[in-house]
């Protein structure tokens, strides 16, 4: 219906367009991976010979251990943070009406805009004025601080399509409010907030101006890389980065099939009882 | 969750009060409670609280930072705005100059990209939209260091494409890498999606009946785009634009991998002053301005856009 102030052309036009821009957007991942599969220490195109060994490299060093442990200790404390705080605070931006809303709502979207190296050397700034050693610890809070914002806006979205009257109508039939919260806010609530934690997780994950500034001694994968990329290239870069790459769209498509299931049960359901 | 039927009351109530004891001392206290118990503040007071923590708290730190003597670690050592004489005597001006321009650049580039791609997701291609949205959301997780060392690897001489171009056309395009063009695109790439995805929510706000009237009543294409989209459109794109203007405004990582030493963006600079060069009151001095500039953008166009209407489509 909506496609049909478009001619056939323009179609084909915005097809090749959009996959133009595809193959832009996923042209340096390829090249990463392809990095990763060549046998030479230097990388080369065409490759002349193939081999897997830098991967046997990655998953036996006890290096790369640590800085795996440290990047999904940091992204998992985040996620768990973030989404508790980001569900009560979309609350407040978009369910319910008071004084000072609108002020709440702007401020909050200030440290999304913000310069993230700026903001990880104010934050060092501020350890170091407060006597707070650096660690990993530091980081989730530095991440926090831009991930609370973005999180908050994600389920917000979801909020706004939510309406009052339904616990409103649970209430009059008698649940109490835990109830209430249990059995319609959050069912309701859930995609948004699903949807808030997973990109908690990932932009975390894959976070490096913050880190760089507020992990101290401790390292997360992409902050590693940058070292090695920008001194002491080894070809665990691009097999490590690969590895980076491929952890994300997986869990990504995860979500995605269970998004997909979820609602497919849903809709099965609601036929079968209507 | 019962918690607005309460509020409501305790606003009905405490407008009666307010009626009756206005001239009384400490109204402002009992309102200020008043507030706080409202659900609004309440659900949104933890969040409030660590970004007064973690933003607020900084920024105020940087501010009073930029203030003291260059070279110098504590704030006891009295103020003096010799660190902003500095910057503007010494040149500063063309790190400000090269981010303002290059985000400029970026933010054209963008719209000219991400146009046709939104107005193909959202009009066109409506069913396949939330599966192109997820193969253009997956590049955003994977940290942005890791990409542009793949855009490094595809230009560098013997890289991908110019390997490819050797190969196959038999040309020499191996000086791509370490220029002002591949900054610009290592910039375009990055902020994509801020600026498509604002695109997508303020192109989803154009009702199709309104174009289809349009159309019925003789508008062109041209015209359909300057009279109806582009107007309607027009809070998203504001929001995509003011988003990559201002990340690419504070852009680091772009300009060192991408563009070699060609070019030094103003976010160099401070972090340089804050860790090679060991000045912090400089460093401040730098981010207190970019903040300054960035920071009045923000607000002129924030304030003319309504954020309801918008995220809620109402």
Redesign the interface.
Known sequence: ??????SRPM?W???V??GT??V?????????A??SFSRQRY????IPRFDTRWYEDAFTSLSVRDLLWTSLTVAAIVTVISVV??F??A????????????V????????????????G??????YS?LGIPTSWMTAV??H??WI??IA??VI??QV??FN?AW?EAA?DLGAS?WQ??REV?LPILWPGIFSGALFSF??S?????LSLFTTGADST??EW??SK??SGYTPL??TL?TL??VG??LL??GA?TVIMLVRRSRQARATAEG | MALDTDARSLESELEDSGHARRAQAGGAAARLGAWVKQPGPLLGGPLMLFLALGFVGPLLLVAAFSLIPPKTFDLSGGWTTQNYVDIVTESYWISFAWSFGLAAVTVVCLLAVCYPLAYAMTKVFGRAASLLTLLLVIPLFVSENIRLFGWVLSLVKGGVLPGAADLWLGIDISGLLYTVPAIVLGLVYVYLPFMLFPMVLGLSMVPDRLREAAIDLGASRWQLFREVELPLAMPGILIGCLLTFILALGSLAESKILGGSVVVMIADDIESAFTFAQNWPKGAALSVLLMVLAGGLIFAVLSRLDLDKILGRG
Do not use: C, H
Not at chain 1, 24 to 32: R, W
Not at chain 1, 91 to 102: E, M, P
Not at chain 1, 121 to 126: G, I, K, P, S, T
């Open positions: 219906m909506s496609a049909m102030s478009t179609k036009l915005l097809a367009w959009i821009v595809l832009f957007l996923y042209l340096p991942m390829a090249a990463i392809l990095a990388f080369r195109f065409p705080l980001a009560l605070g609350l407040a931006f978009a369910r319910y009406d008071w004084k000072g809303r609108s709440y709502q702007k401020l909050l979207l200030l440290p999304i805009f913000f310069p993230q190296a700026v903001l050397l104010a934050l060092l700034l501020w004025a809070f530095a926090l601080v609370l914002p908050t806006l917000s979205i706004y399509g009052p616990e209430r409010r209430v919260f806010t990932l932009l994950w894959g976070n490096f101006p994968i992409p890389l940058y990329m920008v870069v691009p980065g980076t790459v994300a769209a990504l498509l995605y």
